[in-house]
């Protein structure tokens, strides 16, 4: 069975940090290229930051970019994202996402976490 389970959202201050883990179980992670997307109240789901399988090659949001790093452990199955200086417009749900493209594609979803940041 699948899971990718996502922790360490919560309520911070403007300014301040946070560190997202999710984990996951029931496939091969390391073939897999991983994401963090996040889904503010009334609006699209949008990508965040991602990391190829081999964890070589990154890629963020320009709202992000600086502030926010993606991480991965293959070892452990598990993606990570470290949030600083964060922002009110940070606020979101976020979401592990999994993808592998081969003769078919697999996308697999966590089901979020979410991330408040208010004074």
């Known amino acids: 069975q699948v899971q990718l389970v996502e922790s360490g959202g919560g309520l911070v201050q403007p300014g301040g940090s946070l560190r997202l883990s999710c984990v996951t179980s029931?496939?091969?992670?390391?073939?897999?290229?991983v994401s963090w997307y996040r889904q503010a109240a009334g609006k699209e789901r949008e990508l965040v930051a991602s990391?190829?399988?081999?964890?070589?090659?990154?890629n963020y949001a320009d709202s992000v970019k600086g502030r926010f790093t993606i991480s991965r452990d293959n070892r452990k199955n598990a993606l990570y994202l470290q949030m600083n200086s964060l922002k009110p417009a940070d606020t979101a749900v976020y979401y592990c996402?999994?993808?592998?493209?081969?003769?078919?594609?697999?996308?697999?979803w966590g089901q979020g976490t979410q991330v408040t940041v208010s004074s």
């Open positions: 996402n999994a993808r592998w493209v081969g003769i078919v594609t697999r996308v697999y």
């Open positions: 029931g496939f091969t992670f390391s073939n897999y290229d």
């Open positions: 990391i190829t399988s081999a964890g070589d090659s990154t």
